[in-house]
């Protein structure tokens, strides 16, 4: 029941949105702020804004980049106002909800999952979207969808923590394929699962894909001056169903064996 | 389907939270604001933070009382943040929001409920309170409940579009679940999909999971003669997490890719 919800802001401009976004995450019980690329979040505006979240501005983190702030996440949720081709599913705000509220019945304490904020107003960076597990999208007027990053972060807190309460307690929930990136059964009744059941870090993700990268190229498969798409499209498919420690273990096993001399 | 709801705002003391409430309730698609002893609506701070809402705040109709703005009601919601003693019941949002969308289906069109936020600090009076069938609680951190008057709008709005479902959504939402094999963007408008958009056939993967095989033991990662669980694992993975047709293609180049003569 206590994953960590890392509330993670990137490239945010305005400063007193920042304590907006504290005071809106405190309100329903989140309390983990990261940080990337922002302005001041401790400032006297953003003090203010936070009315009374202070300790949430004040135990944020920095980061230098989004990889960095979100290497130990085993779930990753980029915020997007905007549709974009090549992405990892987008799923409505209380959809996601409902899935990271069915993790939190097999997920161990302390694990954490990224919901992720991007600039006020030209949201999150293709390269960042692509660190995402998920996209998620808050449903409004298609005439004034203009959500200011207090009320998103408001709304997204409110899901969650309706979505993590809301799932009763002592009853174990099966997990038929919820949470398709992981295709280990998981046993609801065991909270001490192994966490290479677990789906893997955003840490252990980037090593694959440098492994990958580099077999790609060695082979002449991807040429390394031109691979834009080619390795985006890879990427999302493996982020859209992050496989657990114990699968991606295999697959860079399989990843070295190819690049051993062969015996013929 | 088309219920009218009516934001009344009572007693509201900061002008700029007018505007922020209209922009709130405009995002979520709803435009009738009406006020009973508040401060300027109009003002040039109210107008910025409606951020385009203005329409809602221009419209916005004045009362004495709030007995007259809500005359003409048939459900009257009352919000407030403190657990009162009271007669009517008092539900959290969720549960108000699904009462209201089975409401919407049964009541004529153009029916009115009302959703009513008092003062700032001390809420609705008792009075105001008696006016009401329903008061509705918006579930919060019980050591720190501090909604601002724009975010309590915001989630109750937010509520209330999702129970109605009265807000046509501006992007394609892929449906829940039905996608998440997917990695590639889903235009609902266009039912004539590209087939290698879509999750790949079972004989393809059949060919895709030989080649991996054959890889997996030229390289002599996996032994032939005991390949079982190694085999399932990955299969498996696969399987739950089924590529489309253009991913399936990029992993067997790279497969292809691995078996080449390799320059070094």
Not at 6 to 15: A, D, S
Not at 193 to 210: I, N, Y
Request: hydrophobic share 40%.
């Amino acid at each position: 029941m206590s994953l960590e919800i890392v509330f993670v802001m990137v490239g945010t401009t305005h400063t007193g949105n920042l304590g907006a976004a504290a005071r809106a995450m405190k309100t329903m019980g989140f309390t983990t702020m990261r940080l990337v690329d922002t302005c001041s979040h401790l400032s006297a505006e953003a003090l203010a804004r936070s009315s009374g979240a202070n300790d949430v501005l004040k135990n944020a983190q920095s980061f230098d980049t989004l990889a960095d702030a979100i290497a130990d996440c085993r779930v990753v949720v980029g915020t997007s106002a905007r549709a974009r081709q090549l992405a990892v599913p987008l799923l409505a705000c209380r959809e996601i909800a409902d899935e990271i509220g069915s993790l939190s019945q097999s997920l161990p304490d302390g694990e954490k999952v990224a919901m992720v904020f991007g600039q006020e107003r030209s949201g999150l960076s293709n390269e960042s979207l692509d660190l995402c597990t998920r996209l998620l999208r808050i449903p409004c007027n298609p005439d004034f969808s203009s959500l200011n990053l207090g009320s998103a972060v408001q709304v997204v807190s409110y899901e969650l923590s309706q979505a993590i309460a809301s799932v009763p307690l002592g009853a174990p929930i099966p997990m038929p394929g919820k949470w398709k990136g992981s295709t280990e059964a998981v046993d609801a009744s065991d909270n001490s699962a192994d966490p290479d059941d677990l789906p893997a870090t955003s840490e252990a993700m980037g090593h694959f894909f440098d492994h990958l990268d580099r077999v790609m190229i060695s082979t002449g498969f991807m040429n390394p001056d031109n691979p834009r798409l080619l390795r985006r499209r890879v990427r999302r498919y493996f982020e859209a169903n992050r496989p657990t420690g114990n699968e991606l273990a295999i697959f860079r096993g399989i990843l070295s064996a190819t690049e051993k001399p062969r015996n013929r």
